[in-house]
Structure formats: structure tokens, C-alpha cells
């Protein structure tokens, strides 16, 4: 698990890199609401990040052995419970939030009644049941660890309202016991948050139920599987490839980046009575077959032993761990994904300096041109009489009071950018999405056959992608705007402003559409005529609205943000041009006073020249080992 390691620490290095960053900027006096923006996205992506894996598979194919395995070794013990049968009976999630106390999170299964998602309760305290996690007592850790398999008995109907039986189903009659009650899970989902060394380092695990469950628990399919970096793929290595499984390959998971399969249980095919070539090629024949069935090439499915890698381990015999062969599953994993997430936040690093390099570069060139001006007003005043000072004065003040003036007609201007905003925020609104959620639902509800449940889903994409293409368009009607506005009072009073920065809502239309994707493959035409379950049909359409509502709001804190953003440049411009013409009169009336030498002044603003120089060397050369570190973490240290 070193590249995690490493990984986290050079996120950290990042971070204490911008934090210096931000600092400098705030000495020079430089961090204006643009640059503290862009610095702060950048400091947020630093801080969320996370590198995510999902381990999805049938019941009993040792999904949590093999986590155990992994990466909770160094415990000395099993951490999640892995036994025969089923172990894992809800979405389980690992990770580490430093905000709160090592704890197990887990939400009642009776929240499937309602019509919120999984994610809707992410936020909502109250919603769960906490039980803390006694680190130094491991038997009580291991007590609470075994919340997730809990389960109970509970009428069919009740069943049916959680969407967690079928009377429709063939096997719901084998479900159902003589006293007419079923088993469900205790809890819908559980969030373990444990101080592990690599959780802290931004690791998430997700350890799914059986596959069984990834058909009825929309979080998995809309949201938590698609969304996790990698996907690792359990098989029993004496059955091979089941017809569920491949149900669920080609359904939920499917080849593509992050993607591997595992075949466990290779420890089951050690035949005592053959010799080690004759089990090592029986394994290779498996292993060929699984590939060939799920279409992917040899090298991307990997035999291993979950329970000998975890004895091996945990008991120091390498030998047996070696021959468990997880240590080849773990060197492709973190191959793969460490680069690649490293990579994708980089590259939006480097977006975010880049766009903060713009902006400082301009309040440098600004603060350099008023320093020029004044400096060059004062040296004209060389040898100069009272009466030139005064005129002097006089025009300065004129300047000041027609700066004052275009402020006037520039705050028409402002009005109109603040209705487009206004405007904008409407269109993005949640309010609309929830409305047309909720008008969804009941179509839902009132259709009488499946094939009916299809038009109203697609009614609301639609009208998602429409807001956010109407979205788009008054984006670009308050860009122009703002650029008409920055361009006409630059040309008036002699300023130099670069171009407003632009928005692009495209990364959220594509969002819509990925997740109507998703929605098409998991209820597509001959699911939806040969299954009339539209209870879960009405379950997986309120994740689906609230993935919608995330989507929207994430939409609408990038609007947040480029609105503060995209006056900043000209605000701080004419704070700037104020200070600097009350700095030119203050100048002149002190020379006209005789206060103080003209000599004495210039070789003041000489020296501000050159400090001024100073300071833009220091904060650009600053930024830019900040840009260098992103692809040498050792450059981190100079900066």
C-alpha cells in the first residue's frame, strides 16, 4: 500500500504548498475575492479528495476476506466479518472523516419507505443510528463490525413497501416463511469511519452486498459503483462465471478503465493428490475460461486467495502469502489507479493556478502601470512653479470626479448583471427540478403498465438538459454583458482589463445524460416487459431525482463561484484607480505645500518600483513551484 501512502502524502505536500501560496498573496495584499476563489477550488480539491474502490460480487465469494486481506492485515485480526454465507448484507463504506469520532454509521432499512435516496441522508444526523469504535478493545470493534450482517424478519407487505420482495418473482414463494415474513437486511447502508493509516490518506472502500442487492439498492447502481475509481469483480474459482454474474457484469460493472476481475478461492483447487503444475494449470484454465466469457483479456482476471494472503500475513509466512498470489492483484491495482487519480488532479490544479495566474497577472500589471504614471507625473514636476502644482490639482480633481461619475453609469450596469443573475439562478433553481421530480412520480404511480413508467422518466431528462441548456445561454448573455461593461469603462478611463472568464455548464449536461444512460441500461425495454416491479422501478426514479438535484447543485456552486469571480478583476481595478488618483493629489498637494521635497518623493516611489518588482518575482516564481510540484513532489520542499 506504499503508492496510497505516497499518494497522500504528496496531496499533503500540495496542500501545505498552497497554503503558503495563499498567505504570500494575502501579505502583498493581492488576494482579492478572484484570486481567493481560485485558490480556495484549488485548496477543495486538495482536501476532498478521494480514491475510491468497490468490491462487488455474490454472496459467499469472499468480498470482505479479501478487504481484510488487503488492506487490514496489519490489524492482526479479521476488521470486516467474513464467515460462510452471507456476511455483507448492506453497502458498506470505509473511510475517514477527521471531523468526527471513529464510529460505525448505519441507516435503518425503514428509510426505504420514503422517497429520499441514500445520498439525501448523507447530511441528516438524525437519520442514523451511531455506535462508537473502541479502537484499543478489539472485540468490541469487531461486535459493532457485525451490525452489517444483521438482519430481521419482517411481514412480506412490509418487504414489498422497502422494495425488498416480489410477489411477481418466481423465488419469492421460497422467500417467504410459514408465518408469511421475510429476511431483510437491519440496515440500508453503514458508513465505518476508522482512523486507519489509509483511509486517512483519502482511501474510500466500498464492500457491496450480495448481487442480489445491486439490482434493488439504487445508490449502488446510479451512484457508488459507476462513480468508484476501480471496481473489483469477485468469483468463486470453482464455479467460475455464474449466470448472475454475467447478469451483473454486463448490467452494472462491464470492462473499461479501473476494471478487474478477481477469481478467489484459488486455495479450493489445490488438490493434495496433483502436484503443483498440475493445479497451477488447472487454475490457468479457469482463469482463460472466465476471460473469455466476460470478453477480456488473460492479464486482467487474477486467481487469488483471499483467506491464505490475510493467515500469511497476519502469521508472517510469506511463503503462503506468495502463493496467495494477492500481492500480483495489488501491484495492477494501485498501478493503475494511484497514477490515474494523480493525473486527473493535476491536471485540475493546474487549471485552477493557470486561471489564478491570469488574474494575478493583471492586478501586477496594474499596480506596475499606476506606479509608472505617478512616477512620471512626479518627475514632470521638476522644476515647475505653485501655479502648474495647482493646475495640476485642479485636473487630478476633475479626473476623480468623472471617475466618480462613470461609477454612477456604471452601476446601471451592475443592476442588469445582478437581474441576469437573478435570472440565472432561477433557471438552475432546485426548486423546479424537485417539482418536476415529484410530477415524475405520480405519472409513475398512475401508470398501469411498465412499458407506461418509460415516458415520464424521459420527460424529465429533458427538461433537466433544457434548464441547463437555458442556463448555458444566459451564462453567455451575462459573460457578454460583463465584457461590454469591462470594455466600455476601461476605454473611458484609460484602464487595461483583461477579458472576463468564462463558464461552461457542458461537464453537468453530460452528467444528465450519463445518468439517463444508466437509467436506460438498468430499465431497458425487455426489463421493463418482462418485470412489472414498479415499486423498484419508482425506487430507482427517486435516486435517479436525487443524483439529478446533486448534479443541479454542484451546477449551481460553479455559477456561485464565476459570478464572484468575473466582477472581481474590474472591482478591484477601480479600487486601485481611486487609491491611486487620491495618491496623485495627496502627492502634488504635499509638493504644493512644500511638506516634503519632490526629490524625496520620486526616489519613495523608485523604491516602490523595485519592491513591487520584488514581490511579483516572489509570488509568480511562488505560483510556479507550486505548478512544478504537481509532477515533482521533491520541488514541494523549495517552495
Known sequence: MQQIQEYGAWRAAIADALDSYRGALQA??????????????????VRDDR????????FSRGKSELINAIFFADYGQRILPSAAGRTTMCP???LYDAGINPCIRLLPIETRASTLATGDYRDDPAAWTVLPLDLDVPERMREAFRQVSLTRRVPAEEAQRYGLADPQDPEHADAVDSDGTVEIPQWRHAIINLPHPLLKQGLVILDTPGLNAIGTEPELTLNLIPNAHAVLFVLAAESGVTRSDIEVWRTHIGAGPGRIVVLNKIDAMWD???NEADNEAEVARQQQDVARQLGLGIDQVYPVSAQQALVGRIQGDMDLFERS??????????????????AILARQLRDDLAALDSTLAGALAARARDLVEQLQELKSLRGKNQAVLSLMMRRIEAERKDFDAGLLRLQEARTRFAALSTQLYSLLGLDAV???????RLALQAARFATGMRAPVRVFFDEAR???DAGEAKVGEIGATTEAMVRGFAAEHGLTLSAPPGLSLARYRAEIDAIEALYAKQFGTATLLMTSRATLMERFFDSIASRVRRTFRAANGDVEAWLKVIMAPLETQIRQHKEQLRHRLASIQRIHDATDSLEQKIAAFEARQDELQRQRRAVLDLGAAVGAALDEPALLEAA
Open 51 to 58: 480514491l475510491s474502490i468497490a468490491f462487488v460480487a455474490e
Open 434 to 440: 424537485q417539482r418536476q421530480a415529484e410530477t415524475v
Open 272 to 274: 493434495p493428490l496433483k
Open 92 to 94: 458498506t463504506e470505509l
Open 325 to 342: 498470489r494477492v500481492g500480483a492483484l495489488e501491484t495492477a491495482l494501485l498501478q493503475g489507479l494511484v497514477p490515474q487519480k494523480k
Open 28 to 45: 502583498a495584499e493581492l488576494a482579492d475575492a478572484a484570486a481567493l476563489v481560485r485558490i480556495g477550488q484549488a485548496q477543495a480539491r
Open 466 to 468: 433544457a434548464a441547463l
